[in-house]
Every structure is written in C-alpha cells, then in structure tokens.
C-alpha cells in the first residue's frame, strides 16, 4: 500500500514577517529595564505608548504612530506615579484615553492630547485606589465601555466602572478573591462574560467576572503555566509555560475541562517568556519569545490536530516587549494582516514588523480580512454590569465600509457555552454585509412589509431574528442602532420574498393538478 503525504490548503500558509526600515522605526527610545514579565508596549492607530526610564518615579512616553526616527531625548513623559509603571492598556474606544499600573498600587486613566506633547502629563483623568500592593495587570473590557479590570500583588482583581464622575475612584463595583497566589496573566472571551487568569500557584481558571465564581480550574503536573489566553469562539484556552525539565512549553486546553489538554508541546531550552496573541479574525496564533528575536505563527482549527505550525520570523535582535497595533490600523493595500512593534532595549529601538499575505494583486483582498472589532463599545457598563452579553460590534476593513452591530447575547443556563461559534459567526458575516446599501426611505417601505408576517399562521410566523424580537423593540436612538434595525429588516424581507415565491410555485402546480383532474374528468 502506498503512502499518500496529507497537505492542508490554507492562504496563510505562506505568511511572512517583514521588518521595517530604519527610517520607519522609532530611534532613540529609553526603554525602560525593569524585569517585570509584561508587553511594556501598548499601540492604536493614533500613537505608540511604551514604558520609559525615570528618575524618582513612574513615566512613559507616548508618540505619535507616524513620528518616526530619533526621539528627542527631551521629549515630554506621562509621569504620575509613585513607582516603576508595570502595565499600559489604550482604551479600545478611545484611542486619546490610556490607563496604567504602578508599584506604587494605583492605576491612573490618562487623556492624551491630540496635538504634540509640549510639557509632561502629571494629572491624571482619574485615579483607583484599592489596591493594597503593587498592580501588575491591567485590561480593558472587549465589548463593554468604562469597565477596567485590575490584578495586584494583594491577589485580587478588581472590577472598576469609569463612567462616574468622580475623579478618585476608591470602591471598585468587584472585588474577585480567588486566587491565592499572584495572577501572572488575564484574557477575556469574545464577549467579556468569561475571564480566564494564569496564577504563580500553577492553575488556569476560568471565571464569571461578574458573579465572581469559578466555573472551571486545573492544573497539570508537567505544564507550570505563565500566560493564557482565551482562542476567541474556538472554546479553547491557549498557555505558554515550562515543563518540568525547565524546557518553555506550549499547551491547548479545552475551556469546559481542565483537568487535562488537549495538546502539549516542548518548543525549546531557552529561559525567556513566551507571550501568546491572538488573531480571531484569521484564527492564526503568535508566540512571541522574551529575550530572543522569534515570532512562531500558527494557525488555529477546531478538530485535530488543533494546532497547525505555519512558519517562524528570526531575528538577531532580542526583544524585551512586545506592542500589537489593532486591526483598524493595518495597511490592507500591503496585505498586512498583523503588525507587531517590537522593543529592542540593546539598541534603544522600536521596530514594526509587518505580518504579510503575498498576493499579486494590489487590489482588496476580502478572503483575508473579514469583519473585525469596531472601535466603538457594544454594551454600556450599567448594561453588562447587569448581565447583558454582546459580542463586538463588526466593521469591514474595506475603505469606506461602516460598522456593523452584533445581536443581543443574554446568559445562557450553562455558563460556560458560548454564544456563537465560528460556523455561525461566518454565516453571519454573509448574511449581513456591510456593503447591502439601500436609500433611507426604504426602510420605513421595510417596515410596512414587515406587517404582512403578522397575518401570517402562528405556525408561520418568525418574527425572531436570533433570540431578538424585531416588532417589540424600543425605537432606535442612535444611528447604530438605526443601521442594526435596518440590516434586520432587510434579512425578513428577503426571506418573505423567497416565501412568496415558494407560494407561487405552490399555487402553480395546484393549478396544473386540478386541470389535470378536470381533463380526466371530462374523458
């Protein structure tokens, strides 16, 4: 019998990493030593914000995205804190608004001016105190507005709410205590409703943020984990650690059962972290190694084997942290379907590495970028502090597109079944596109149309779109909400006009049957 090799067809296959030139790096950075196991970086489309050496407290810079080059060495600082400063997050809404942690146990929200920095940044917007010792992490909410999480060295995490006036914020709205060590490492699901944590005491768990409970946690005895991160609606947890000889090590887990995973692999003997990122839009995995040049690339599949190696970027230039600009910021013309900006501390450099699809064609290529998170929040914090789930709102990457709202997602009995899964969401993205244009007056002519469902039997009528109730809900009061309403009633359109059409043909071939009876009779 003869073997046959298995290929797997995939347009990523043949993603490279592509660094850029001197003139588009950012020079002259003092990139700060401390040895803290975060990015140390944090990017949008608007700046570059990295952690910065300073004398009798806490600062970083942030730098306009397109001012390349050498750095004034006197270039103005954000420099508010008491300590080293541990973590930055840009707010995923707001690209003028960043917040950061220090050792001095507080975490600060920053405006950034939209014009050049002239003089240091001391005030901040607001200011959390809760914290009893050292916050190492911070991570803003996927889908929900002002909602920010916060992990100290007093083993809690905190759930802030920024939307109340007051500029000292002393209460967090949570307080989850269910760690006994440090946590190492904190990811959200698609929606927000699940956080998976990575602890110093060897355990992944998998909890309700908002009832505090633990819904799911495991360790195992040859994987000490360092970082997880959830796969987005893949229902699986991804863990970077060491292995019991020391050995960093790669680990998949199945979200409902922790007890063992489903994929273990040693990569190699270096002592640096491993950071995974996650690309849901494409479902490609990156390792990035602490302390080496190495970028991993995988791609993600929900059957065996899991996990499909791509290919590796090199580098001689040892990275410190690393920043991921958003998609939105991504130059599609080029094919670039992820952007990395990568601290080198040795040369005092910051450098974008552009991960590219080649493709001959210089025009869209929408096989390779489908609808990704908007920059505009799906839920109030009121709303999701209640128990609301929605996922993100979607946007189509084409210039010109608009954003597209996602349904309602409310609670299920099982907390820990998503949603939506990946076959659903790409009949969604179908289903619903960005480019359906209509004029405005159609919309009202939609919803008198609409009215012909509710004559029709009650056997018949499917007035629900996706668990949502398209008759009984309140009018729209934002444009969004207007564009939501209207791309649902355009789905019950066409799907009355295929109804009518089956109709037709129903009433057809009764037609030709009674005349057909009517001729037999007649002989």
Not at 92 to 114: G, L, M
Not at 290 to 319: A, C, F, T, V, W
Not at 428 to 440: C, F, H, L, N, T
Request: hydrophobic content about 35%; overall charge neutral.
């Amino acid at each position: 019998m003869s073997w046959h090799p298995q290929y797997r067809s995939s347009k990523f296959r043949h993603v490279y990493g592509k660094a850029a030139s001197k003139d588009k790096c950012y020079d002259c950075v003092p990139i700060t030593h401390n040895i803290n196991d975060n990015h140390f970086c944090a990017v949008n489309p608007s700046f570059i914000a990295v952690v910065t050496e300073c004398v009798g407290g806490g600062a970083f810079l942030v730098i306009p995205i397109k001012q390349t080059g050498k750095l004034d060495p006197h270039y103005p600082k954000v420099c508010g804190h008491k300590g080293n400063v541990l973590d930055i997050k840009w707010n995923p809404f707001n690209d003028f608004v960043i917040a950061s942690c220090s050792e001095d146990a507080t975490v600060k929200i920053w405006d950034i001016p939209n014009q050049l920095l002239k003089r240091n940044i001391t005030t901040p917007k607001k200011e959390l105190l809760g914290h009893a010792r050292r916050v190492g992490l911070i991570e803003w909410h996927p889908t929900a507005d002002n909602i920010l999480f916060s992990s100290g060295y007093d083993y809690k995490i905190m759930i802030w709410n920024l939307g109340v006036v007051d500029a000292v914020i002393s209460n967090p709205v949570k307080i989850l205590d269910a760690h006994k060590d440090v946590v190492l490492s904190m990811s959200f699901n698609t929606d927000g409703s699940l956080l998976a944590t990575a602890c110093r005491d060897r355990k992944i768990r998998v909890i309700d943020p908002r009832a505090g409970t633990v819904l799911q946690e495991g360790s195992y005895k040859s994987h000490r984990v360092n970082k997880v991160s959830f796969l987005g609606n893949m229902k699986m947890l991804f863990s970077t650690g060491t292995s019991r000889w020391n050995n960093r090590q790669i680990a998949l887990w199945d979200q409902n059962d922790l007890s063992v995973p489903l994929l273990e692999e040693d990569l190699d003997g270096s002592s640096g972290l491993l950071f995974p990122v996650y690309d849901s839009d494409t479902h490609m995995l990156y390792v990035v190694g602490k302390g080496d040049g190495n970028i991993r690339y995988y791609e993600i599949s929900p059957e065996k084997p899991y996990l499909n190696y791509l290919m590796e970027y090199h580098s001689h230039l040892p990275q410190k942290g690393i920043g991921m600009m958003p998609k939105r910021g991504l130059d599609v013309a080029a094919c670039e379907i992820f952007r990395f900006y990568k601290l080198i501390p040795t040369k005092s450099l910051i450098e974008p590495i552009s991960m590219i699809v080649p493709r001959r064609s210089e025009s869209y290529q929408a096989d390779i970028y489908p609808l990704t998170a908007a920059a505009q929040p799906a839920l109030t914090a009121e709303e999701w502090l209640a128990g609301i789930n929605k996922g993100p709102l979607l946007v189509s990457l084409r210039p010109g597109s608009e954003a597209v709202k996602s349904l309602p997602q409310f609670p299920d009995q099982e907390p820990l079944t998503e949603a939506t899964d990946l076959s659903q969401q790409q009949e969604a993205q179908g289903r619903i596109s960005v480019e359906d244009k209509q004029k405005p007056r159609e919309i009202e002519h939609g919803r008198k149309r609409l009215k012909v469902e509710e004559s029709l039997p009650e056997n018949q009528q499917t007035c629900l779109s996706n668990g949502f109730d398209i008759f009984q809900c309140p009018p729209p009061k934002t444009e969004s909400e207007l564009l939501q309403m209207y791309y649902r009633q355009q789905e019950e359109i066409r799907r009355l006009r295929e109804l009518v059409i089956q109709r037709d043909i129903q009433i057809k071939q009764l037609s030709l049957e009674l005349r057909n009876l009517c001729t037999d009779t007649d002989d």
